[in-house]
């Protein structure tokens, strides 16, 4: 941070450039959305039922019924977001993780594939 110093009177008092608002963002409410066929299980088909979080083994913040999805919360701009996409069919699970950096209130994050794991 940048500090100035004016005398005043005799005596120096430290004024700090406002730059809280330039270097701090606040945080907004924004939405990460897969639309059309984003999800998609190794075999390429559209992947169903896949539990979307912030944190591995996190709970779900939506639960797929397609193979689209929405999640909204609330973060900076220039923040990093991980996602983690999970899917068990009760004899294999499938995983898969992305990273987006937010520069808006709107990320679409295109194809995501899981992994047998």
């Known amino acids: 941070m940048t500090i100035k110093t004016f005398a005043r009177r005799g005596s120096a008092a430290a004024l700090p450039l406002a730059l809280a608002f330039s270097i701090a963002s606040p945080a907004i409410a924004g939405e990460i959305t897969g639309n059309g066929t984003s999800l998609k299980n190794p075999d390429g088909t559209p992947a169903t ?3 979307v979080s912030l944190s591995m083994g996190g709970s779900c913040m939506t639960v797929t019924s397609s193979s689209t ?4 919360f609330s973060y900076k701009i220039g923040q990093s977001v991980t996602l983690y996409f999970l899917r068990s ?3 294999k699970t499938y995983k898969a993780t992305l990273t987006k ?13 899981l992994r047998v794991q």
């Open 49 to 51: 039922n896949v539990c």
């Open 69 to 72: 999805f929405k999640v909204t």
């Open 89 to 91: 069919d009760g004899i």
């Open 101 to 113: 950096t937010v520069s808006s209130t709107y990320i679409e994050v295109g194809t995501v594939t």
